[in-house]
Nanobody, 124 residues
Framework: QVQLVESGGGLVQAGGSLRLSCAASGRTFSRNAMGWFRQAPGKEREFVSAISWSGGSKYYADSVKGRFTISRDNAKNTVYLQVNSLKPEDTAVYYC?????????????????WGQGTQVTVSS
């Protein structure tokens, strides 16, 4: 059974930082694209960042570019999202997702496995 488990969320003040982790189990994702999405209350789920299987290609939503950094450790089957300079509008549930394939997509419908999410709340 494939599981993606996010951790690292919390309550921070504006300008603060967090490091989100996504640990995969049940199969290895070392050859698969992975991504982070988020969903704020009353809004649709939106793309945040994605990374190729090697880590050599990384993609970011314009709203987080320069503030968020995605990385992965294939030996640990884990993907990370370092979130810096947080803003109140970053408040959302952050979801980790994995694809069965190697191609990176920014559309959530292309992802096959999802975690349960971790809450990030940024106070002003």
């Amino acid at each position: 059974q494939v599981q993606l488990v996010e951790s690292g969320g919390g309550l921070v003040q504006a300008g603060g930082s967090l490091r989100l982790s996504c640990a995969a189990s049940g199969r290895t994702f070392s050859r698969n694209a992975m991504g982070w999405f988020r969903q704020a209350p009353g809004k649709e789920r939106e793309f945040v960042s994605a990374i190729s299987w090697s880590g050599g290609s990384k993609y970011y939503a314009d709203s987080v570019k320069g503030r968020f950094t995605i990385s992965r450790d294939n030996a640990k089957n884990t993907v990370y999202l370092q979130v810096n300079s947080l803003k109140p509008e970053d408040t959302a549930v952050y979801y980790c997702a994995a694809r069965k394939g190697v191609v990176v997509f920014t559309n959530s419908v292309e992802y096959d496995y999802w975690g349960q999410g971790t809450q990030v709340t940024v106070s002003s």
